[in-house]
Structures are given as structure tokens and as C-alpha cells.
């Protein structure tokens, strides 16, 4: 698995907007054991070099701003790929309705500092993405979080083993949501490992 996308493996916008309907039929399919909802509100969606890659490609297709915006885009969207020993993964509050959105955010700040991974009774508590802070200085949440989950060896191997107990969850007083991942999940996000 590559862990870095370059200049070479952006495609001509030509090529990619005539492979574009099909690549993104593949991506569906690829991502379909890639992401795990917690609670009523939060998906995790995991990444991997194949969904950053479409991403770059999706933004330089919709934003058209050329060779300008490739380095932009690589600056913003490589460091979500693993790296060999963790998981990452892009986590979204999706309420529709803006005021219950905004309350509910309000109450969620540093909601980011509690998301865990526990792997047969270990936790592997997450780090966000250090780009910027996602949590206001009055507390509120971002509804867009991008959190890393380092393993150790021992970790990943337990998290290979066919059948084992991996739960995800929150441990925040406001969200305190967790649950045991899909066999079809976890066998996917194994595959994000060296």
C-alpha cells in the first residue's frame, strides 16, 4: 500500500473526467466496509491512499485551479494516509437541522481527544490531525474531525486475527457512544496495516 500520493500519480484532468463515473462506481465499492457509524450522529469513514487519491482528484476536477492547486491538495490530503502502524480516519456529526447542529456542538468540544480503538481489551485512544485545532476556545466542536490511531505490533497483529473483539467508540461526557466493528469492517481496516 502506498502511503504518499505524488505529482506522478495525478492523472490529466482529461483522463480523469473520462474515467471519472467508473472510478467512482470502484471507489464505492472499495470504501464500502470503510467506514462505522458510533451513536446516532458520527460516522468514521477510514482512509487509505485509494480514497485520498480520488480526493485530490475530485477536488482538482470540481475546483479546476491546474498545476497551482496540485500542491495544495497533496499538502492537505497526504497526511491522511496510514502510515503502516496506524489507522486514520476523516469522523463527521451529521445533523441535517442547523440549530440542533449548532446546541449539539456546543457541548461537544474536545470530543476529538477521546475517540479510542480497543483491540481485545487494549485501548488505542486517537490523536487528531495537528493542522489546525478543531475545538473552539468556547468549547464548540468541529462537525468534521481527522483523527490518527497508532498500533504497536502486538496491537496490529491482535487486530488481524480473524474473529477478534475490536470496539470503537467516544469517551466523552456528552458522547459517549461505542461499538463492536463488523467482522467485514475490521477485516478491511486490517488491510490499512504493514
Known sequence: MKKAITRDDILPMESYAAERRELRRDLVEKKKFRRQEIGPVCTFYFENYQ????????MLFIEKGGEEQIADELRAYNPLIPQGRELVATVMFEIDEPVRRRTFLSKLGGVEETAFFEVEGE??????????????ADG?????????????????????????????GFDHPAYSHMTILPEEVRGALAQDFD
Do not use: C, N, Y
Open 140 to 168: 464548540k466542536a468541529s462537525s468534521v474531525q481527522f483523527i490518527h490511531f497508532h498500533f504497536t505490533d502486538d496491537q496490529v497483529a491482535r487486530f488481524r486475527t480473524a474473529g477478534a473483539r475490536v470496539i470503537l
Open 123 to 136: 485501548r488505542i485512544v486517537g490523536r487528531p490531525e495537528d493542522d489546525v485545532d478543531r475545538t473552539t
Open 51 to 58: 480514497t485520498m487519491w480520488a480526493q485530490v482528484h475530485e
